[in-house]
C-alpha cells in the first residue's frame, strides 16, 4: 500500500473479526491507527537508544477538533528534525507542555493587583513623602480592585480599563483621571517586567480619548471655602482666643500662607531666626522645590510662644500631644469647626465663604490671594511666589530664577498687620484688577 491520501483518510473503515487498532502506513514513521467503531487517530513511530517510541498526533479528521493529513505529515517532519538533532520528541513535548503550564501558572499569579504591588515597591524609595504611596494604594483599591484587581494583568484589554472607569469619569472625573493615569503606570511597568505585550489599553492619547470625553470637559472646579479677606482681623482675634497647639499651627498656616502640610511638618531646623526666614525643604513642598517664607513679625511673634516646647533642632516646631509626632490635618480642622459650634439650628456657620459654605484651613490661602490682588500693589508675580505657585507657563518659568524673598518681606509684613485688624479698620492700599486662581 503507497502513501495515504486524504480520500483514503475517510474512507477507511475499522476492519471486522479484529479486537486491536489497525494501523495504516503513510511513510516516514507517520501511522494512521483505526481503532473500533472507526476511531481514527495520528501515530509517529520511532526508535530512539535502541527503543521504539509511540508518540500521538491528534485525532484523524478536519479542523478544529481533527488533524488532516497534512498537518500529520508536518507534525511527523517536525519530530523527525529534533530526532536528527538527538532530542526524543516525547521528552521535549512534556518539557514544552510543562513549560505552557508554569507559564500559564504566572500568569494567572501576575495580577493587575501584584503588578501595582510590584511598582509601589519599586517606586517606594522615590515618593516624596509616604501619604503619596498611600494615595495610590487607596485609589486603585477603591475602584479598580473589585472589578480586574484579581484579573492577569496580561489579559487586560481596553473594555476592562472602561468598566473601571466610566461609572466614575463623569461622577468624581478629577479622582477618575488620576486611576487612568495610575493604571496605565502600572500596565506600563508590567510590559517592562515582560508581564504583558502589546499597546496600553490605559493610556489616553490616540486611544481612550476616542471612549471618553476629555477630563476637562466634565471636571467641576469645586473651590475651597475660603472667608472673605475683610474678616480676616475678626477671626484671627476670635481664633487667638483658643489655647492649644492647634490654633497656633492655624495662626502661623494663615500669616504665611502656607499649605497645612508644609507647616505641621515643620522643625526647627528650617528656621533662621536672625535672617527671619523659613526655608521648606523641596521634599515637603508640592512643586519639589525648596521655598524660602519670609517671617512677618506676627509669625515670629507665634514662634517665640512655642519655642519653650523645643528640645532640639530636629523637633517639630507644632508637635501633637504625641512627643514629635506631626499634628494630623484634621487637627486644624478641628479648630475652625469648633469655632463654628454654638449657632442656632439652621443657621449658617459664623466663619462661612460667600456662598454660605463654612470655611476650612486651606481655604485660608485664597483669603490671603484676594486680600493681594485687591489691595496690595506687588503685582501678581511677588503674590504667586508668597504662595509656592509653579509658573506654568514654560518661557516664563525659564527666566524666574530669583524667588523674589525681599520683595515678599512687606507684602507679609502687610498681612501680619491685615490680620491684626478689626472690621472697622479695613483701609484700601491700592486698587487693582482681582485675579483668580
Known amino acids: 500500500m503507497g502513501k495515504l491520501s486524504a480520500v483514503m483518510v475517510k474512507a477507511i473503515k475499522f476492519p471486522g473479526g479484529k479486537a486491536r487498532p489497525v494501523r495504516f502506513l503513510d511513510g516516514e514513521g507517520l501511522y494512521l ?58 521528552g521535549n513535548r512534556q518539557a514544552e507542555r510543562q513549560a505552557k503550564a508554569l507559564a500559564e501558572a504566572e500568569a494567572a499569579e501576575r495580577t493587575f493587583k501584584a503588578a501595582t504591588e510590584a511598582l509601589l515597591e519599586s517606586k517606594q524609595s522615590g515618593w516624596r513623602n509616604a501619604k503619596h504611596g498611600a494615595q495610590w494604594s487607596a485609589t486603585l483599591e477603591a475602584y479598580v480592585y473589585p472589578i480586574i484587581g484579581d484579573m492577569p494583568v496580561a489579559a ?6 472602561l468598566n473601571v472607569l466610566r461609572p466614575i469619569w463623569e461622577r468624581v472625573p478629577e479622582t477618575a483621571s488620576r486611576v487612568r ?15 504583558r505585550e502589546g499597546e496600553n489599553p490605559a493610556r489616553w492619547k490616540g486611544h481612550l480619548a476616542g471612549a ?63 535672617g527671619t526666614v523659613w526655608v521648606v525643604p523641596g521634599d515637603r513642598m508640592k512643586a519639589a522645590k525648596t521655598h524660602r517664607v ?10 517665640d510662644a512655642v519655642r519653650p516646647l523645643m528640645r532640639t533642632q530636629d523637633d517639630l516646631v507644632f508637635p501633637s500631644v504625641r512627643k514629635n509626632v506631626p499634628l494630623s490635618d484634621m487637627a486644624l480642622s478641628e479648630v475652625v469647626r469648633r469655632m463654628n459650634e454654638g449657632g442656632e439650628t439652621g443657621a449658617p456657620p459664623r466663619w462661612r465663604d460667600a456662598e454660605c459654605r463654612a470655611i476650612v484651613p486651606h481655604g485660608f490661602r485664597s483669603t490671603f490671594r484676594d486680600w493681594a490682588g485687591e489691595t496690595r500693589p506687588e503685582g501678581r508675580e511677588v503674590v504667586e511666589r508668597a504662595l509656592a505657585h509653579t509658573i506654568k507657563d514654560k518661557a516664563e518659568a525659564a527666566y524666574a530664577r530669583s524667588d523674589l524673598l525681599e520683595k515678599r518681606r512687606p507684602l507679609m509684613d502687610a498681612w501680619g498687620e491685615q490680620c491684626a485688624r478689626g472690621p472697622a479698620e479695613v483701609v484700601m492700599l491700592a486698587a487693582g484688577p482681582r485675579s483668580i486662581d
Do not use: C
Request: aromatic share 6%; proline share 7%.
Open 33 to 90: 491507527q483505526v481503532a473500533p467503531g472507526d476511531t481514527k487517530s495520528w501515530l509517529f513511530r520511532y526508535t530512539m537508544n535502541g527503543k521504539a517510541r509511540e508518540m500521538g498526533l491528534g485525532s484523524a479528521g478536519d479542523p478544529p477538533d481533527g488533524v488532516p493529513l497534512a498537518k500529520a505529515r508536518i507534525l511527523a517532519g517536525e519530530a523527525r528534525a529534533r530526532l536528527r538533532q538527538g532530542v526524543d520528541p516525547i
Open 156 to 161: 487586560i484589554g481596553t473594555n476592562d480599563v
Open 181 to 195: 493615569q495610575r493604571m496605565e503606570a502600572v500596565l506600563d511597568a508590567a510590559r517592562v517586567k515582560g508581564w
Open 212 to 274: 471618553l470625553p476629555a477630563p476637562a470637559k466634565v471636571k467641576r472646579v469645586q473651590h475651597r471655602p475660603a472667608l472673605p479677606w475683610e474678616q480676616i482681623g475678626a477671626f484671627m482675634a476670635a481664633l487667638g482666643a483658643r489655647e492649644g497647639i492647634a490654633s497656633q499651627a492655624l495662626r502661623f498656616v494663615i500669616l504665611t500662607a502656607a499649605r497645612t502640610g508644609e507647616v505641621r511638618g515643620m522643625r526647627w531646623r528650617e528656621v533662621d531666626l536672625d
Open 294 to 303: 519670609p517671617l512677618s513679625p506676627a509669625a515670629l511673634a507665634i514662634l
